[in-house]
């Protein structure tokens, strides 16, 4: 029963029907037989690799195992996963034949007797099979609520048939009342052991009930059922069912058996079947089930046929991966096999290989050095593949090949390829991610002094060595301190300066680095201009906004494309995104082609995420789109990408999210983003456990991704985890001090809670430490003015955001309309005069905000509120100067007319009307006819209506309205 002969034979029944499975459920895929073979067999290798350096070690260790890798101890990463060794307890029944397990599972129903028929009379019976067809046929014409009341009435008037209670049953659960439904299934067993659909349904409502004991029982009874009397699909869902309740029972060979069983699916599925969603679920999940399968036999101790399972799994989509993938490698090593395992893992760097984590793969192939696997074999069968690599394929691979080295070669020697790949790729993450790792380990001076040395080579990627520092260790105080532990002449460097600043800013301590920042902004080399594009924005962040736009305009002229985007985030800094738009469309348009391919991806990047800021989504697609063809391992292409495909998105596109998706799994396929797309699916399906988990192992590794820390925020909020959510985020406030990404998320768990005095006082305290930040306090004013009904205190924030923000066309129409919502007319006439005369003012553009001020000076003039000259004036300039709807003149003409305005200026608000329709100034000069005779008129000789409206007709007696006049 034991020997390993009977598995493998299993397993080879398996192998026999399964090469095109994935086919059937989604296109054309290697089949999982070849890929077992092909680890199996050493001449075999996948396509484009060299393998033939590991050759002679493949067939010696399959001879002779390697005694020091079959004692090695487990795996990076699968302590907490490892299928755990059977107890003396369980091995009597984990051992057990399949029929004898059928047998003993069966006992727990075959005891019962099926329930004995009562008499009924004639009538009952013939009324009770009338209600029953009626009920049935209503059911498949979809009127559930009539079938489900014929079908009640049916069995009301004989309830022994099972087949009333089945189809009551179908009728709940098709209504989705599944309580119900599994109450009229089980009194349908009770009468029918025999029925197939019956059966079917009991042993699923168990089994979602997670009552393995009663799902493996029913099921058993099933399979006894003739083939012939069940659906084609069946035959291979009820035994994988059956497979799975009895590995869950602990019946392991015959768990194995019977799972494997149904999981010897036909190449392409051709029979008909109404059990699509079963048989496509099982087509789906056989990755998963081998590896269930896999584990079974691990606990057995058949390791070799756990290693087949394990190979045959990995030829399929499953969950998890890499979990799967440190299976397989801990099986090889129990046979001996290193370098089988050490050439498993090289193979994730092959973009076949989807899912798998990249970040895992150094750590599990230095495992298999470290414990006899062939090292010099393995280094050089890297070097032979990464130099076979042709440009495009270098450009995607070419980081992993580097991180792999980097793995396996001594530690001497480790950081080599990593530097050497960075000169050639310098904003690979996840290279200089292993880079700053390996030297941290070693003493954090080291990562520090490698820091500086990569933002020597080349400023322009400082904030990208910055970040990585921060995954490394996101306490920026550590990494201040390894700084000041460094010798004098290293501190003084003017590039560990800048660093120093940049440790300051995450802290959040602006006011001591304003001044640093300052005195490196002197020089007029790069690492200058960068130290006064972040001067301006501490500057603007503290609130000292004139002093903020002094810097840049005291900021020398680009003479390339890397000083023009030090120069874009300088107004950047400011808050000013229209003109860092604009600057960023003028570098890619001057300097692009001149530029770097790193450089131009990082121009591209910056300028597509302006682009969607202000609402230009389809010249940010088409940057990242250029920036995908340059780098197309680039992981915040594709994020930038998907953000605008996904539901919801500027540019929704299923089919262009999709392709998306497809082409960063080939690219990036330990991609953060796709593990945050899982988590986001995860959690919209309410898996709420599993999305929890991935995020936060996210946000572990990447401390600094916004979307990552919002939707985990997110998902604590909807299951009702405030106090989680605010103690995470209390231990995250440490650390990211200057995160404003923590305040407004802080405030969003106390807004969800209705505690929005809470909320206010957090972003009340922040925006007193820092004035700038334009999302807080945009965020602040919301709540005042929506949640609390603080319009004082919320026009109080705006005002003050204003006064610091740039003066923008965007940001002088807000602050005009906060101060006409004041009564503050005579400042909001000044600012109107200079939003006319703003340069990027038009016609078209000031009309929106024409209407909005319109309506409110209307309402202010009425009210007594403003001075009538005031409010005719500011009427003037908008009516004259904006495309404003008909009633802004139309309210003009009457705070004209009513505050007894001279006929020439009413004569001219008429003007100015019939520009823009003619019909428009003839209403306009009954409007002010009309209301002088209400007597509305307030002083002068206009008190004498029919007096003005003289006067006022012969004013208008201008070409333009002779008709008019005449009427």
């Given at each position: 029963?034991?020997?390993?002969?009977?598995?493998s034979?299993?397993?080879?029944?398996?192998?026999?029907?399964?090469?095109g499975?994935?086919?059937?459920?989604?296109g054309?895929?290697?089949?999982?037989?070849?890929?077992?073979?092909?680890?199996?067999?050493?001449?075999?290798?996948?396509?484009?690799?060299?393998w033939?350096?590991?050759?002679?070690?493949?067939?010696?260790?399959?001879r002779?195992?390697?005694?020091?890798?079959m004692?090695?101890?487990?795996?990076?990463?699968?302590?907490?996963?490892?299928?755990?060794?059977i107890?003396?307890?369980?091995?009597?029944?984990?051992?057990?034949?399949?029929?004898?397990?059928?047998?003993?599972?069966?006992?727990a129903?075959?005891?019962?007797?099926?329930?004995?028929?009562?008499?009924?009379?004639?009538?009952?019976?013939?009324?009770?099979?009338?209600?029953?067809?009626?009920g049935?046929?209503?059911?498949?014409?979809?009127?559930?609520?009539?079938?489900?009341?014929?079908?009640?009435?049916?069995?009301?008037?004989?309830p022994?048939?099972?087949?009333?209670?089945?189809?009551?049953?179908?009728?709940?659960?098709?209504l989705?009342?599944?309580?119900?439904?599994?109450?009229?299934?089980?009194?349908?067993?009770?009468?029918?052991?025999?029925?197939?659909?019956?059966?079917?349904?009991?042993?699923?409502?168990?089994?979602?009930?997670?009552?393995?004991?009663?799902?493996?029982?029913?099921?058993?009874?099933?399979?006894?059922?003739?083939?012939?009397?069940?659906?084609?699909?069946?035959?291979?869902?009820?035994?994988a069912?059956?497979?799975e309740s009895?590995?869950?029972?602990?019946?392991?060979?015959?768990?194995?058996?019977?799972?494997?069983?149904?999981?010897?699916?036909?190449?392409?599925?051709?029979?008909?079947t109404?059990?699509?969603?079963?048989?496509s679920?099982?087509?789906?999940?056989?990755?998963?089930?081998?590896?269930?399968?896999?584990?079974a036999?691990?606990?057995?101790?058949?390791?070799?046929?756990?290693?087949?399972?394990?190979?045959?799994?990995?030829?399929?989509?499953?969950?998890?991966?890499?979990?799967?993938?440190?299976?397989?490698?801990?099986?090889?090593?129990?046979?001996?096999?290193?370098?089988?395992?050490?050439?498993?893992?090289?193979?994730?760097?092959?973009?076949?290989?989807?899912?798998?984590?990249?970040?895992?793969?150094?750590?599990?192939?230095?495992?298999?050095?470290?414990?006899?696997?062939?090292?010099?074999?393995?280094?050089?069968?890297?070097?032979?593949?990464?130099?076979?690599?042709?440009?495009?394929?270098?450009?995607?691979?070419?980081?992993?090949?580097?991180?792999?080295?980097g793995?396996?070669?001594?530690?001497?020697?480790?950081?080599?390829?990593?530097?050497?790949?960075?000169?050639?790729?310098p904003?690979?993450?996840?290279?200089?991610?292993?880079?700053?790792?390996?030297?941290?380990?070693?003493?954090?001076?080291?990562?520090?002094?490698?820091?500086?040395?990569?933002?020597?080579?080349?400023?322009?990627?400082?904030?990208?060595?910055?970040?990585?520092?921060?995954?490394?260790?996101?306490?920026?105080?550590?990494?201040?301190?390894?700084?000041?532990?460094?010798?004098?002449?290293?501190?003084?460097?003017?590039?560990?300066?800048?660093?120093?600043?940049?440790l300051?800013?995450?802290?959040?301590?602006?006011?001591?680095?304003?001044?640093?920042?300052?005195?490196?902004?002197?020089?007029?080399?790069?690492?200058g201009?960068?130290?006064?594009?972040?001067?301006?924005?501490?500057?603007?962040?503290?609130?000292?906004?004139e002093?903020?736009?002094?810097?840049?305009?005291?900021?020398?002229?680009?003479?390339?494309?890397?000083?023009a985007?030090?120069?874009?985030?300088?107004?950047?800094?400011?808050g000013?995104?229209?003109r860092?738009?604009?600057?960023?469309?003028?570098?890619?348009?001057?300097?692009?082609?001149?530029?770097?391919?790193?450089?131009?991806?990082?121009?591209?990047?910056?300028?597509?995420?302006?682009?969607?800021?202000?609402?230009?989504a389809?010249?940010?697609?088409?940057?990242?789109?250029?920036?995908?063809?340059?780098d197309?391992?680039?992981?915040?292409?594709?994020?930038?990408l998907?953000?605008l495909?996904?539901?919801?998105?500027?540019?929704?596109d299923?089919?262009?999210?999709?392709?998306?998706?497809?082409?960063m799994?080939n690219?990036?396929?330990?991609?953060?983003?796709?593990?945050?797309?899982?988590?986001?699916?995860?959690l919209?399906?309410?898996?709420?456990?599993?999305?929890?988990?991935?995020?936060?192992?996210?946000?572990?590794?990447?401390?600094?991704?916004?979307?990552?820390?919002?939707?985990?925020?997110?998902?604590?909020?909807?299951?009702?985890?405030?106090?989680?959510?605010m103690?995470w985020?209390?231990?995250?406030?440490?650390?990211?001090?200057?995160?404003?990404?923590?305040?407004?998320?802080?405030?969003?768990?106390?807004?969800?809670?209705?505690?929005?005095?809470?909320?206010?006082?957090?972003?009340?305290?922040?925006?007193?430490?820092?004035?700038?930040?334009?999302?807080?306090?945009?965020?602040?004013?919301?709540?005042?003015?929506?949640?609390?009904?603080?319009?004082?205190?919320?026009?109080?924030?705006?005002?003050?955001?204003?006064?610091?923000?740039?003066?923008t066309?965007?940001?002088?129409?807000?602050?005009?309309?906060?101060?006409m919502r004041?009564?503050?007319?005579?400042?909001?006439?000044?600012?109107?005069?200079?939003?006319?005369?703003h340069?990027?003012?038009?016609?078209?553009?000031?009309?929106?905000?024409?209407?909005e001020?319109?309506?409110?000076?209307?309402?202010?003039?009425?009210?007594?509120?403003?001075?009538?000259?005031?409010?005719?004036?500011?009427?003037?300039?908008?009516?004259?100067?904006?495309?404003?709807?008909?009633?802004?003149?139309?309210?003009?003409?009457?705070?004209?007319?009513?505050?007894?305005?001279?006929?020439?200026?009413i004569?001219?608000?008429?003007l100015?009307?019939?520009?823009?329709?003619?019909?428009?100034?003839?209403?306009?000069?009954?409007t002010?006819?009309?209301?002088?005779?209400?007597?509305?008129?307030?002083?002068?000789?206009?008190?004498?209506?029919?007096?003005?409206?003289?006067?006022?007709?012969?004013?208008?007696?201008?070409?333009?309205?002779?008709?008019?006049?005449?009427?």
């Amino acid at each position: 029963m034991k020997k390993v002969q009977r598995y493998s034979g299993v397993v080879c029944v398996l192998l026999a029907g399964s090469v095109g499975l994935w086919a059937c459920a989604s296109g054309e895929r290697e089949g999982g037989r070849e890929r077992a073979e092909s680890i199996a067999q050493s001449e075999a290798g996948a396509a484009g690799n060299d393998w033939s350096v590991l050759e002679r070690y493949l067939v010696r260790e399959r001879r002779t195992p390697v005694r020091s890798a079959m004692q090695a101890p487990l795996p990076p990463g699968l302590d907490d996963e490892v299928p755990l060794a059977i107890r003396d307890s369980e091995r009597e029944r984990a051992l057990m034949s399949l029929e004898a397990a059928l047998t003993e599972v069966q006992d727990a129903i075959e005891d019962v007797e099926p329930l004995p028929p009562v008499e009924r009379d004639e009538e009952s019976r013939r009324l009770a099979l009338q209600q029953f067809v009626a009920g049935r046929t209503a059911r498949m014409t979809g009127d559930l609520d009539k079938s489900l009341e014929l079908l009640e009435a049916s069995a009301r008037l004989n309830p022994d048939p099972s087949e009333v209670w089945r189809e009551i049953g179908e009728t709940q659960l098709a209504l989705g009342n599944r309580p119900a439904a599994a109450v009229a299934f089980e009194r349908a067993f009770e009468r029918d052991r025999e029925d197939p659909r019956t059966l079917e349904q009991v042993a699923l409502l168990a089994t979602e009930d997670r009552d393995a004991a009663r799902a493996a029982a029913v099921l058993a009874r099933l399979r006894m059922l003739p083939r012939e009397s069940m659906d084609p699909a069946m035959r291979y869902v009820i035994p994988a069912r059956l497979g799975e309740s009895l590995l869950s029972l602990g019946y392991l060979h015959a768990g194995v058996e019977m799972l494997t069983e149904g999981l010897d699916l036909p190449e392409r599925f051709e029979e008909a079947t109404s059990r699509v969603a079963e048989l496509s679920a099982l087509y789906r999940r056989r990755g998963d089930l081998l590896r269930r399968c896999g584990d079974a036999m691990m606990r057995l101790g058949e390791i070799e046929a756990a290693a087949e399972l394990y190979a045959e799994a990995e030829g399929y989509p499953t969950l998890d991966p890499d979990g799967l993938r440190r299976r397989h490698i801990h099986a090889l090593m129990r046979l001996g096999r290193p370098a089988a395992a050490a050439r498993l893992t090289m193979e994730s760097t092959d973009p076949s290989r989807m899912g798998v984590s990249f970040d895992e793969v150094g750590r599990l192939l230095a495992f298999v050095c470290r414990h006899g696997g062939p090292t010099e074999a393995v280094v050089e069968t890297l070097l032979r593949q990464r130099d076979a690599l042709s440009a495009p394929e270098r450009r995607v691979r070419g980081g992993a090949y580097a991180r792999l080295l980097g793995a396996v070669l001594p530690k001497e020697r480790s950081l080599e390829p990593l530097r050497a790949w960075l000169a050639e790729s310098p904003r690979d993450e996840a290279t200089l991610g292993v880079l700053i790792a390996q030297a941290y380990e070693r003493d954090p001076k080291e990562a520090m002094r490698e820091a500086i040395k990569l933002i020597e080579r080349r400023v322009q990627d400082g904030d990208v060595v910055i970040r990585v520092l921060l995954r490394q260790q996101p306490d920026a105080g550590l990494w201040s301190e390894a700084l000041a532990a460094l010798p004098e002449a290293e501190r003084a460097n003017r590039t560990a300066r800048w660093v120093a600043a940049m440790l300051e800013i995450v802290s959040g301590r602006l006011i001591p680095v304003e001044s640093a920042l300052a005195e490196l902004a002197e020089s007029d080399d790069l690492l200058g201009r960068s130290a006064r594009a972040w001067h301006v924005s501490v500057l603007t962040r503290l609130g000292f906004g004139e002093r903020a736009s002094e810097q840049l305009r005291a900021m020398p002229e680009a003479t390339d494309g890397i000083e023009a985007m030090e120069t874009v985030r300088a107004w950047l800094g400011r808050g000013d995104a229209a003109r860092a738009m604009h600057l960023a469309e003028e570098a890619v348009e001057r300097w692009g082609d001149a530029l770097d391919a790193p450089d131009l991806v990082a121009m591209l990047l910056t300028g597509a995420k302006l682009a969607i800021s202000e609402d230009r989504a389809t010249q940010g697609e088409s940057w990242l789109l250029r920036a995908m063809e340059i780098d197309p391992s680039n992981e915040e292409v594709y994020r930038g990408l998907i953000s605008l495909y996904i539901p919801g998105g500027r540019l929704a596109d299923e089919q262009k999210l999709v392709e998306a998706v497809r082409r960063m799994r080939n690219a990036a396929p330990s991609s953060r983003t796709l593990a945050w797309l899982r988590a986001r699916d995860a959690l919209a399906r309410g898996q709420r456990a599993l999305a929890e988990q991935d995020l936060l192992s996210l946000a572990q590794r990447y401390p600094d991704d916004e979307p990552t820390v919002s939707l985990l925020v997110q998902l604590w909020i909807s299951a009702g985890a405030h106090d989680r959510a605010m103690s995470w985020l209390d231990e995250r406030a440490e650390v990211w001090r200057g995160d404003a990404t923590v305040a407004i998320l802080r405030a969003s768990v106390e807004l969800s809670r209705n505690r929005n005095e809470d909320a206010a006082r957090l972003l009340r305290a922040w925006v007193e430490k820092y004035p700038g930040d334009d999302r807080v306090s945009r965020l602040l004013e919301n709540i005042y003015r929506s949640r609390l009904s603080r319009p004082n205190d919320a026009d109080e924030i705006a005002l003050q955001r204003l006064t610091i923000a740039p003066e923008t066309l965007r940001s002088l129409e807000e602050r005009a309309l906060i101060l006409m919502r004041r009564d503050r007319s005579e400042e909001v006439l000044s600012l109107v005069r200079r939003i006319i005369e703003h340069p990027d003012a038009t016609r078209e553009g000031l009309g929106a905000w024409g209407n909005e001020m319109g309506v409110m000076v209307t309402s202010r003039a009425n009210s007594n509120a403003i001075n009538p000259m005031h409010a005719n004036r500011i009427f003037s300039l908008i009516c004259e100067h904006a495309d404003v709807v008909p009633a802004v003149h139309q309210n003009r003409m009457i705070i004209l007319a009513a505050s007894g305005a001279e006929p020439p200026e009413i004569a001219e608000a008429i003007l100015i009307a019939s520009r823009r329709d003619n019909r428009l100034g003839e209403d306009l000069l009954v409007t002010s006819v009309q209301t002088m005779l209400s007597g509305r008129v307030l002083t002068g000789p206009q008190r004498d209506a029919q007096q003005a409206r003289q006067q006022l007709l012969q004013q208008a007696r201008q070409p333009r309205h002779i008709l008019i006049a005449e009427r």
